[in-house]
């Protein structure tokens, strides 16, 4: 019978009588209650709310203030509006405005005697908008954020001295998420808000009151959020209500106050410290902060800089409270406006970075869109960014960081590669509004077969509050457990909410407390870096685990109209990565011209020049900017930073030029200058003798003999155009008929026409310059023209013209132009497109139906094609009903294809046999006049013979690199040679993309890196069409005194050095399909 234990003795202490009834607690009753405690409403009074404050004054001598109102909506430094500005007394409650304007307040404190002895003193300060407080002489504090959040400065204790002690507040008339009206901040900004002071008052805290209230409010979270039928639920929702009945019993004197921790502590263990962290149990959920600043969106940059420099203010502060915290940031271009604007903040912040607190991270420029920038913008996000981590903070980047970004390009996982980053951080795809993406943990595979670890936090934020429901999230969405149970969770306000706040550190301090008391959450921990995250999950890669692939692109299941908004600005984006192409290669070999010319000394790499514009491109590529999604304000910025990169790029192109003996001369100019790697006609131009790769071309030499081109005006109005391959019928503007005389196909199934443009009505679900919803295919409406004209007939083409009528506002001028075929390369039938804007809510788009069937069409996206279906199988196929591309899409079949060419446009639809280009959306918000007024955008239809193949390509590279019109400068040595002085000859779907001077060439360096010894070229390749594909660079030694030539990453860092045998001038290489690879060409030291 067990013998011998006190269970078995003969007495029991249960009492024989009962002394009261007792019921069984009503679970949802007692779970209501807890709202009483911490919650507003008519009990408020009564709970725990009226405690957190022991004392508070404003006014009078203890708070005064003083304001200096900037005029003209000027943003003045620290120096300026202090030293300069007229300051005027002001009070609580007035108001300050207009939106965007700024104030600087002038505050003068002195605490009372009776506040003087308390505890803990604060300065309380919300005027519903963001601040920054900065001491008297000058030096950047914190931020503040208004409207309930983060409106406490802890000002200093030796402040208690009696004595009147002076700081500044600047104000910017704007909230978190600017100024938009209402509710709704999605809608343009009011220009005209007014913010009220609310609050400015010393307040005397009672830290037990508010230690209690995060306490409450976390057990609080388990009662309502963990499972009802595990007992750790029942004893959170007991220990609440016992918190509450011991307040209740003291009355809420103090000692009931600190009676509730006690009560709280036997759910939570000792949370009062850091410590709580060391408790040496395995944490699963690892919480890193974060705040998420774009870089523009519903404010401009100026107004960015300021967020940078109030959020990371305020990180700064915490991690001295919080020893725990680490931060991590992102955007290059963030931290350089900060070294730039606020030098005594970037030194706080560089001495945390050192210190291993604030970490930089993500490799990148900004947080750029990656559906968008071509392949070597990418590659420049990366360049830029990582050279300036490296060069500031001695480390790159090893993580990509890009948790919000609208879809990503299947070449990261390369890029990434290349850059030093085998870590992929991502967190938008949760957002997808049809299928959910179905991995956590994951390797993300690209087209040449290179991986990334990729990790989406399964809290499915990146600006979590850090509440109980995240932690616990981070388990019950992670939909990687098979593999890994860890996660990453990451938390902090976004945006001008500055960051992580004290309360969701001491919230995440008492989750862990929890795990550790009783179990059931997952445990968190406060403390390991990003880095050590991936490193775990890479260790564990090698030792065996095989995290799930996913290969191919990330498509965002939402923000599709992103593809075509603000056409302006995608424009400038496409051309002036052409321009810097141009640049970089004319200002390389002017250069490295041979030292006869006497010019040559006096010419330098503009590496300055070339920085700013690259710098300026990449800022506009951010992830609200480029696609579309920002205010107008940020759109002037935009444009008049596009205007500078133009006015730069022009006159790096005639510097460069005139090293090498030639002027641009559009009028008398002999030659064309072809910066592709193969040999090139202009059909637009008279024939052409010489047809070399990459040099300058004479032009005008003769025009042909036999014209190919032939008219056919019927009297029905249509018209027959034709070149030895093409006869084309026009009907009102529409291609009725095209017939491949070669292939003797009709490309126009019967009875539809191509060059139709349609209408559709484009109202999404809720963000409109985001997103393009599914149903507005239903609405689609095809578009009337005018009589078709025939405007041009000569030898250098047929133009045919026609005039459509939109509304009694808008209108499209249309011009199709087909060419001889005999002197074409690619005889591709132009179309030449003026749009006249004022639409609301619509989208045009232009349409080519082709007899070509096949159920995957394919797309140019960065170094390389992705595959989409032109069907609606399943949900997946489905989503995929706008697509983004670059110069061009196809539809192929086997033997013959049709290529759509564009020189600026990136939305595209391939349904069935119809291929369809996206031109100009008109979405009311959050910029009211979007792409409204004057467009011209040129596109291309190329039926091609055969399949799909290096021809579309070059057709592209073509069509978006118009040769420029050069001529000798006079007296002076012209250096033909120097555009042949190097080729790439091989496989002809290999591109020679970029060739540009090494970063840290003794000629070229701006000293923030170590300096190499010799002078260098970069050459970057691609092949672009997805096969095996061998190459041979060759070069001119007599030009190019190459010693030697090595295969760089992108971040031009030498991996091992091309054997060849060096008589040649040359070496071979071997690309794997869709491999990027960059070369590096050693000349001689100087
Ligand atoms: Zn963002």
Redesign the pocket.
Known sequence: MGGGTEANALYSPYPQFVSRPKGKAIHNIIQDRLRQFTGGGQYQNQSLLPKLDEGRISGGDAVKISVYSVPNLARPSFDEAVKKGTFKATKKGESFGPSWSTHWFKITIKVPSDLAKKEHLEFHWDANNEGLVWSENGEPLQGLTGGGDRVEWIFPKSWRDGSAHTFYIEMACNGMFGNAPGGDGNQPPDPNKYFQLNTADIVAVNLEARQLFVDFWIIGDAARELPQDSWQEHQALQICNDIMDAFIAGEGSQESILKGREIASKYLGDINSHQVYDSGKEAIVFAVGHC?I?TC?LWPWAETKRKVARSWANQCDLMDRYPEHRFVCSQAQQYKWLKQLYPALWKRVSEKVHKGTFIPIGGSWV?HDTNLPSGESLVRQFLYGQRFFESNFGERSKTFWL???FGYSSQLPQLCRLAGMSRFLTQKLSWNNINKFPHTTFNWVGPDGSQVLCHMPPSETYTAEAHFGDVRRSETQHKSMDQDNTSLLVFGK??GGGGPTFQMLEKLRRCRGISDQVGLLPRVKVGNTVDEFFYNLEKKAANGTEFTTWYGELYFELHRGTYTTQSNNKWNNRKTEILMRDIEFIATLASLKPKSNNKSKSYSYPKKDIDDMWEGILLCQF??CLPGSSIEMCYRDSDKLYVGVWETGKRLVKEALEVLGFEVDEDEGQYMLNLLPWKRHDPSQLMSAQRAGLGAITLGVDSPVDCDLKLIEHQDGSIVISNEQFQIKVENGAITSLKDIRSSRELIPDGEKANQFVIFDDKPLFWQAWDVEVYHLNSRKEIKSGKTVVIKNDYNGISLFTETKISDKSWIKNTITLRSASYNDYPYVEFDTEIEWQETMKFLKVEFPVNIINTEASYETQYGIVRRPTHYNTSWDMAKFEVCCHKWADLSEYGYGVSILNDSKYGFATSGKTMRLSLLRSSKAPDGHADMGRHHIKYAMYPHDGGLDHRTVRAAYEFNHPMRIIKPIPQRRSHFEAFQSVRLVGNPAIILDCIKRGEDDPDVSRGELPKRKAQSIILRVYDSLGGTAKGTIEWDPDYLPVEGAFLTNIMEDDLHEVSYPKTTASFDFILRPFEVATFRLQLPAI
């Open positions: 998420h774009d969106w947080e948790p919000d970004t976004g945006d992830h609200d």
